[in-house]
């Protein structure tokens, strides 16, 4: 994860504050011309494309900085984790996966078999969902899959968790520890997001005005507003688990060592249609990344050194 702040060039900053944000959000406060548009462009985009590793290059589109820019305010994250119980490569197969009811395309599919959080529940009438929470090496994250039966049953459970806030919760609270069949396609994507609109839907408006904002903690003089603000991101799901760690698995994870698993039959986490996914912090709770898989791309080798 990586934030910068951007202040037009040759504008004085408050030393305490450029100090404060180095400290707290490791972001360090940069200058650039913003009358050199395309220069000022290339700089931001530059410096993402190093604290990425080169997976981010344009996170500010071509045009959508001008010389009246005054703060640009930007936050990329990527996500590549090790599994605590890494899939076999060999059983990685090229199998169908349904887009829509009338069309399937042919993804990498992951295969094991593993004892895992899982529960079956309803959400919508007859619909089921199941939820599966597949451990990262270190046991502090987690990737939650929640798979509806159905083929279009994705939209009513965007739907169900929309309205009914405890949800999710509810199903986090019920899974249960037992050995589950899993497959699951493989996937690298990422999103960017232009937040200025969104910001101000919930209110953040004043910080965005040429006249109403207040960064007199960043410097005395009045002449400071939020110009842009930017979000990239990307997730990166593949077979590996932590180097030196093919043997552990879930059986010897904190879950496990607390939980009985259950006899057969194996319940199947066949996620072969669109289902939706989150990256939390286990102790806290906190989601970290959220998305959804309606047609996953076939993915690049993708080996990030973290």
């Not at 009438?125 to 899959?145: I, K, T, W």
């Not at 990256?279 to 898989?293: H, P, Q, T, Y």
Request: contains cysteine; proline residues 7%; neutral net charge.
């Amino acid at each position: 994860m990586a934030n910068g702040l951007w202040a037009p060039a040759g504008m004085h900053v408050l030393r305490e504050f450029s100090a404060a944000i180095e400290r707290s959000y490791g972001a360090g406060l940069r200058q650039a011309d913003y009358s050199q548009e395309e220069t000022a462009r290339s700089s931001i985009n530059q410096w993402a494309e190093e604290c990425t590793r080169q997976l981010f290059s344009a996170v500010v589109a071509r045009g959508e900085i001008t010389p009246e820019a005054r703060l640009v305010l930007i936050n990329v994250m990527c996500f590549k984790g090790f599994w605590t119980k890494p899939f076999g490569k060999q059983q990685t197969l090229d199998e169908s996966f349904w887009v829509n009811p009338h069309t399937k395309i042919v993804v990498p599919m992951m295969w094991q078999r593993g004892t895992f959080f899982y529960h079956q529940g309803m959400f919508h009438f007859a619909d089921r969902v199941q939820v599966l929470e597949l451990p990262y090496a270190g046991d502090q994250l987690s990737m939650v899959l929640l798979l509806p039966e159905g083929v279009e049953g994705i939209i009513e459970l965007e739907h169900t968790l929309g309205r009914q806030k405890g949800k999710l919760t509810a199903w986090l609270s019920a899974l249960q520890c037992r050995e589950v069949d899993v497959a699951f396609p493989k996937f690298i994507f990422g999103s960017r997001f232009n937040l200025d609109d969104p910001l101000r839907e919930i209110g953040v408006v004043d910080a965005f005005s040429r006249h109403d904002a207040d960064f007199t903690g960043m410097r005395p003089q009045r002449d400071l507003f939020l110009s842009h603000v930017y979000h990239q991101t990307l997730v990166a799901i593949d077979e590996y688990g932590a180097e030196g760690d093919s043997a552990a698995g879930p059986g010897d994870s904190r879950a496990a060592r607390t939980s009985r698993t259950t006899p057969h039959p194996v319940p199947m986490f066949r996620a072969d249609h669109p289902f939706l996914f989150l990256i939390r912090d286990r102790a806290s709770g906190n989601v970290l990344f959220m998305g959804r898989v309606v047609n996953p791309p076939v993915p690049p080798p993708v080996r990030l050194t973290l």
